[in-house]
């Protein structure tokens, strides 16, 4: 198998080729337009090593990188669970929900929130205040995560519009953001939080 694309570099055409090894299986990933801006992905655990060539007919070089994925949610679950909780999917399974908050250990995962603390969920909040005042949403938003506030006015319409979005932030801090829109009746309006953003 080879997978080669032709790539323009001072009047001469370069042939890169990435090739990523898992023990005995072997891929070939077609980069993009420059070879800076070549992606890799993984789906699974392990070392891989990938090995960048590159040509211009009469010279060609080689390099070999190691690199090591790990299973993110193993990993943030080791942060919280003893050997003998991660031994119990009642616990820490993707679907337990050991502090009772109604967030699952996958929810929790994907939130960045902490699955044994049942004050730490994404939970949406609505505040109102005088008639015709805008309606203020607030919640707690973690560090390095993206969001995006959605809209439904009708229950069951499956499709919900962008209100805002949030930019990832250093540290973990209140979002508040406030709905202008006249609604003519306010009980007909549906909210929610996403993460990652879209």
């Known amino acids: 198998m080879s997978a080669f694309k032709q790539m323009p570099h001072r009047k001469r055409t370069e042939f890169v080729r990435l090739i990523i090894s898992l023990a005995r299986r072997t891929a070939l990933l077609a980069p993009t337009n420059t070879a800076t801006r070549t992606k890799a992905g993984f789906t699974q655990a392990g070392v891989y090593t990938l090995r960048l060539t590159a040509g211009d007919g009469v010279f060609t070089r080689t390099a070999d990188v190691l690199v ?46 902490k699955p044994r603390d049942p ?39 499956s499709q919900w519009t962008k209100l805002a979005d949030v930019a990832p932030a250093s540290t973990n801090r209140v979002v ?23």
């Open 68 to 113: 090591t994925v790990t299973n993110g949610i193993a990993t943030w679950k080791a942060q919280y669970f003893t050997a003998a909780e991660l031994a119990n999917p009642a616990i820490s399974g993707d679907a337990a929900d050991p502090d009772g908050d109604g967030h699952t250990n996958l929810q929790e995962y994907v939130a960045g929130t």
């Open 176 to 198: 508040e953001t406030f709905d202008f829109s006249p609604v003519i009746d306010p009980g007909l309006r549906f909210y929610r939080v996403v993460t990652p953003g879209d």
């Open 119 to 157: 004050a730490s969920r994404l939970e949406l909040k609505a505040e109102f205040s005088v008639s015709g005042a805008p309606l203020k949403l607030r919640f707690d938003a973690m560090a390095g995560k993206t969001y995006s506030l959605q809209f439904n006015n009708g229950f069951g319409i």
